[in-house]
């Protein structure tokens, strides 16, 4: 059945015109009896009629749309709403409710940004969430689980973490959690800084590591994937012992070395060049970072601990290969040399060859200060 919503006559067109013309791509060659005829013309008037689309009840497409928003959007309670937990909700906000708790009172800043903040993580339970969300620190989160009222939860919601270690929230969900709830272990590998324009292309590793068989817990988990999925991450399935062992290579050892780098105070200069901008870049991205995560990243990994060793030998190394070849320009200086210069010279590099680094300053120097 077709209903017309009041129409408003726009204006009359002197040409003829044999239909009526309606904005919703509707034409109907319609008798215009009873329509006014106000110069008694034997043309038709013209009449364009404004449908408002969204706002007909009879309006089928818009109210598919929004039961498929209705079906899909997700209530996700954020636990641990600092840095991280923040940087997310403003993603989650454009599809999605979103709640928060945390220990600091961030009621005001949540509200700015459209986000409920429980003081109480009771009565944020009490609201029933879809999803809970641990963003905590990694530090933080075994006296953290402890403490959550779960009994105030349905009975099967879905637990996610994003903490950047992955074996260790996995235990501990198990640990936990009522057998019911469902379980996805994620790290986005991105943060404030480097996701700061786009999260397109940056990597995001999940592990389904307790999802139930009804259609509608797969469905939950699926819609909270999409999230980063729509916004273009290169999703990554992988476990998280696997994710433990590439991050401890990757993750870890960037964090050291920015960090690294910052306490040796890098400074830009009129001269960077694209190598040294991508150093300056590593320690803007990871001087963000609280150390509570970078001490995470090492304490709760349990390959963290050999990938500093290595970069601890890989510099020992660096350091003999440069050394090593002073030592043979001197020994090669040592027979053509007079014998009090290459004294001076080979005790120079018997200093430096020694243990690695310079323990007392050079004989040039000390010959210029005349001492
Ligand atoms: P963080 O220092 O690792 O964690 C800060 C969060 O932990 C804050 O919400 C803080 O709550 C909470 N917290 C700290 N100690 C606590 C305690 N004793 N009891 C209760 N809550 C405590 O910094 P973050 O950058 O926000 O990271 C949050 C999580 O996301 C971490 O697990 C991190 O590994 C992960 N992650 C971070 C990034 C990133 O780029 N920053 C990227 C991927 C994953 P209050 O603020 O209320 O004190």
Known sequence: MLIFSPITIRSVNPQPLPYLSFSHSISLPLPLT???????????????????????????E???????????????????????GQFLSKTFLRHHTVLAHSRT???????????????????????????????????STETLLQKLPFQRLRRNTLFVDVLSVKEFPRNLFLKYLPPDFDI?????????ESGKTSWAGLPFVYDKVRIGDEESRIKRCDNFLDIFEKEGCRMVEMSCMEHDKYAAGSQFVTHT?????????LESSPINTKGYETLLNLVENTKGDSFDLYYGLF????????????????????KKDLF?????????????DNNGEVEKKRSLAQQLLGNGSLTEPPLDNVRQDGS
């Open 62 to 84: 818009s109210h598919l749309k929004n039961r498929y928003i209705q079906s899909t959007s997700l209530k996700i309670a954020i636990i641990g709403f600092g840095n991280f």
């Open 257 to 265: 070395m920015g960090r690294v780098l910052e306490k040796f105070g």
């Open 105 to 139: 009172n961030y009621a005001d800043l949540a509200n700015h940004l459209g986000v409920s903040f429980y003081a109480d993580p009771h009565d944020l339970f009490e609201q029933h969430p879809d999803v809970v969300l641990l963003s905590t620190s990694i530090l």
């Open 299 to 318: 304490m709760y990994n349990q390959n963290a601990l050999e990938q500093l060793e290595r970069l601890d030998m890989a510099f020992e190394s660096i």
């Open 34 to 60: 009873s329509l006014p005829t106000p110069s008694k013309s034997p043309h038709f008037p013209s009449f364009h009629i404004n449908c408002i689309d969204a706002a007909q009840p009879f309006d089928y």
């Open 184 to 192: 996805l272990c994620t790290h986005p590998m991105f943060g404030p």
């Open 324 to 336: 090593g070849r002073l030592h043979q320009v001197y020994r090669k200086q040592l027979f053509g």
